[in-house]
């Protein structure tokens, strides 16, 4: 058999994006049994640098073996039981996939539907918390199918008012804009190792408040879920609890993880934030001249994905795939109702630089023969 022989592509998508050289090293190292003290002390490492990518003090703070969709089960298959009112903030699929999963698990679900590329309405998912008094009050932070960034400061203290826990999806956000999970009180957060951590997809790291542990603990139903069950994984992961064997973990992942945590922390998160936030600024620029517009007014927009209104009679699917194929650039198309009417554009982690928005810009005007 021929060795693999993959195009080179610049990854301008909704994730993965493309990867850093260490980060392409740590994936080649050796293997390690699971239970090999050097790998377990890697473990260790990992969980710590996670808290402090997401800014928390939570013990219980792990990579989830999976992409970030793991993370999303993991979150609701240990919290939910049949029958728990549950309020989701919908407003693109990533809101839609959280509500449908509680509606998997027997849950009462309420959809606070908005518009797709507009945040929620903070006051509606406030009252709704006060009449409905869910288990689980759920939003997703950097929803990527529209570009629209959700901000979860203020909501906890009313969610926990009204007896239940704060679910905040920063699949997309984590290391790439403010993820701040202790100042939010945010009780379990999830996210995905492809985006902003440049790495490549199948690790979701999460983390559960004490309050959202407590909650696990008094569960009167077993967890729906051999693999993602959180009391299973935390025997294998509590360094005081003996590491009995749940699930083998992938190994070269967290190899990987634990470099691109490493790079995320010696560029510090705000300055990592920074350049997110330069990059788009950069992009929706470069771009105006073009005729594309952002979807998404300021104030709500994520940085890591930019989501651009096209300019009238662009033949939006044709030039993607000369983008792809011609040039190897992959940017993504709109989802759902947004299909065919936008661009979603991914400035993440690695490659949020200036070099490659100029890249795309300067092949955009070739192709467009402007
Ligand atoms: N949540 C958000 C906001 C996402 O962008 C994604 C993936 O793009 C997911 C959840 C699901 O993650 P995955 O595709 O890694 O399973």
């Not at 983390?207 to 603990?217: G, I, K, M, V």
């Not at 993607?320 to 993504?332: A, D, Q, S, T």
């Amino acid at each position: 058999m021929n060795a693999l022989a993959i195009p080179p592509r610049l990854l301008l998508g909704p994730g993965p994006g493309n990867l850093p050289p260490e980060v392409l090293a740590a994936l080649a190292q050796p293997l390690l049994g699971h239970l090999d003290p050097v790998f377990l002390t890697l473990v260790e490492e990992v969980k710590e640098m996670l808290r402090r990518v997401f800014r928390t003090a939570n013990p219980v703070t792990f990579p989830v073996s999976g992409t970030g969709s793991a993370g999303m089960e993991a979150a609701l298959v240990n919290l939910l039981q049949p029958g728990d009112r549950v309020l989701v903030a919908v407003n693109g699929v990533f809101g839609v996939r959280l509500a449908n999963l509680a509606d998997r698990l027997g849950a009462n679900t309420l959809r606070l539907e908005s518009p797709w590329g507009r945040a929620f309405d903070r006051a509606a998912f406030l009252a709704a918390v006060a009449s409905e008094r869910p288990r689980l009050a759920c939003l997703v932070n950097g929803e990527t199918s529209t570009g629209v960034w959700q901000d979860p400061a203020g909501l906890a203290g009313p969610v926990h008012a009204a007896g239940g826990l704060l679910v905040v999806d920063c699949v997309t956000s984590l290391a790439g804009q403010e993820v701040a999970v202790d100042d939010w009180q945010a009780d379990v957060v999830y996210a995905g190792t492809q985006k902003c951590l440049s790495c490549p997809p199948g690790l979701a790291p999460v983390t559960f408040s004490p309050r959202a542990l407590e909650a696990f603990r008094a569960r009167t139903q077993p967890v729906p879920s051999f693999y993602l069950d959180l009391g299973e994984i935390l025997k294998y992961l509590d360094a005081g609890g003996g590491r009995a064997y749940h699930h083998t973990a992938p190994i070269s992942m967290v190899y990987a993880l634990h470099q691109a945590l490493s790079l995320v922390l010696d560029e510090g998160l705000e300055a990592r934030w920074q350049r997110h936030h330069d990059a788009a600024a950069q992009l929706i620029t470069a771009l105006a001249p073009l005729g594309f517009t952002p979807l998404v007014p300021e104030g709500e927009r994520l940085h890591p994905l930019t989501t651009l209104k096209l300019p009238a009679g662009l033949d939006e699917a044709g030039l993607r795939r000369r983008l792809l194929v011609e040039e190897g650039i992959e940017i993504g198309g709109g989802l759902g109702p947004l299909a065919g009417t936008i661009w979603r554009i991914g400035l993440m982690g690695h490659n949020a630089r200036p070099e490659h928005v100029e890249r795309l810009v300067s092949t955009l005007k070739c192709l467009l023969g402007r």
